[in-house]
């Protein structure tokens, strides 16, 4: 199971960037999806998640300005964000957790198994 994110760049203060992730491979079920976020030298932290049904958590530093949504038919997550200031700057990580398919030597399909996947990271710069 892969992700890729896309979207992310510079930005000055007060700006807006949507950030977009896909996911592909043998995927059976996507259960949630999210946004983390690294700032050099510090933990990975949860930005926001969305569950299949779409219910939705937000970091506190980003209630208000940051939207989460996915498309299920696509396999896609979203991420607006609205009113960027400096302190949004970090890489940004997709994060997904669901059910795949495996297949045997032959290509024949064998059994479902649970992933958790992670994007490679997009980075994010907000200028004063």
């Known amino acids: 199971v892969q992700l890729v994110e896309s979207g992310g760049g510079s930005v000055q203060s007060g700006g807006s960037l949507r950030l977009s992730c896909a996911a592909s491979?043998?995927?059976?079920?996507?259960?949630?999806m999210g946004w983390y976020r690294q700032i050099s030298g510090k933990q990975r932290e949860m930005v926001a998640t969305i569950g299949r049904e779409g219910q939705t958590k937000y970091a506190d530093s980003v209630k208000g300005r940051f939207t989460i949504s996915r498309d299920n038919a696509a396999k896609r997550v979203f991420l607006q964000m609205n009113n960027l200031n400096t302190e949004d700057t970090a890489v940004y990580f997709c994060n997904a957790d669901g059910t795949k398919m495996n297949y045997g030597l032959g290509g024949s399909f064998n059994s479902f198994s649970d992933f958790t996947a992670w994007g490679q990271g997009t980075q994010v710069t907000v200028h004063p």
């Open positions: 491979g043998p995927i059976s079920g996507i259960r949630d």
